[in-house]
């Protein structure tokens, strides 16, 4: 099919007393199951990952995206609600207002951590998931987003951890050594593809609640998040995906192979965003896992 043919619908679910947007992309051929993307942050709109539209157009499997409450076209403005539960039990109302009795999941960076968490309640109906470049540990991945630092130049190493110890990061040379941080192991692409810079752009009030101001240290409500013990008690078939010079790096997503019986693991050549660095590539791969498991 081609791309400008694709079906496309927006709409929106209540959920509590706002709105969670949603579009669904495309239609499913008879025997394959829709997808249900998560977008990471939290709080960078759905955007980044239209990349997987491809599923739609070229393997004729529907994509569903939506942005989860609080960012985008779903805006909830009250910080004091923004909580790992709030979006669970968003994904769920979601799922049972669009009759998504089975589905696929693929969540990629915090979408990942929303996917297994929402794993651990046991939901019905998920065929599988895929966890892209995700941690199980916040922890730990301030702890490898250190080790990463460490490599770093030792001008932009230190203008960095100036920031992290005033606070202070608008200054001419934190910027250029988080840009220079960011290209290594975040998006390594020039230029950045339209789609993917409105998300990066628009990305606020949720992301700074939540993560904090930088990738490097997190001081918001997801300080101290952890599901690296409760691995085991996840039972959807899942994929992990990452790049080799991922800020998720192969250490992290290691602790969610060892952790979750049976998950496959496939390390790609690429960083954070290898979903959109190797676009043709990593669908192919994710739609080949999603047909095992239709």
């Excluded at 990463?148 to 100036?162: F, G, K, N």
């Excluded at 934190?174 to 950045?192: I, S, T």
């Excluded at 790049?243 to 790609?268: C, S």
Aim: charged share 25%; net charge negative.
């Amino acid at each position: 099919m081609a791309v400008d043919e694709l079906k496309i619908v927006e709409g929106t679910v209540p959920f509590r007393r706002f709105k969670t947007w949603y579009q669904r992309v495309g239609q499913s051929e008879p025997g394959k199951t829709p997808l249900l993307a998560l977008h990471g942050g939290p709080g960078c709109p759905h955007n980044y990952l239209k990349s997987l539209d491809e599923l739609a157009w070229r393997y004729g499997r529907e994509v569903i995206y939506y942005d989860q409450l609080g960012c985008g076209n779903s805006p909830g403005g009250d910080p004091e609600l923004w909580d790992t539960t709030l979006w669970v039990e968003e994904l769920g109302v979601l799922r049972e207002a669009l009759g998504l009795d089975e589905v696929h999941l693929l969540g990629q960076s915090w979408g990942g951590m929303l996917a297994m968490q929402y794993a651990l309640t046991q939901p019905k109906g998920v065929k599988s998931m895929v966890v892209a470049s995700s941690p199980a540990s916040i922890p730990l991945w301030e702890e490898e987003a250190n080790r990463l630092l460490s490599y770093m130049p030792p001008e932009q190493r230190d203008a960095i951890q100036r920031g992290l110890d005033d606070g202070v990061y608008d200054r001419p040379d934190y910027l250029e050594a988080a840009d220079e941080f960011y290209r290594r192991h975040v998006l390594d692409m020039d230029p950045v593809p339209d789609y993917v810079a409105y998300s990066l752009d628009n990305t606020g009030e949720c992301y700074y609640t939540m993560q904090g101001y930088n990738e490097f240290m997190v001081i918001g409500k997801l300080k101290g998040w952890d599901v690296s013990d409760r691995l085991g008690e996840i039972s959807i078939p899942t994929l992990l995906t990452s790049g080799h010079a991922d800020e998720a790096t192969p250490l992290i997503v290691k602790e969610i192979y060892d952790g979750i019986p049976g998950a496959r693991w496939e390390l790609l050549r690429g960083t954070h965003m290898v979903h959109v660095e190797q676009k043709e590539a990593y669908n192919a791969l994710v739609e080949a896992f999603f047909e095992e498991h239709d």
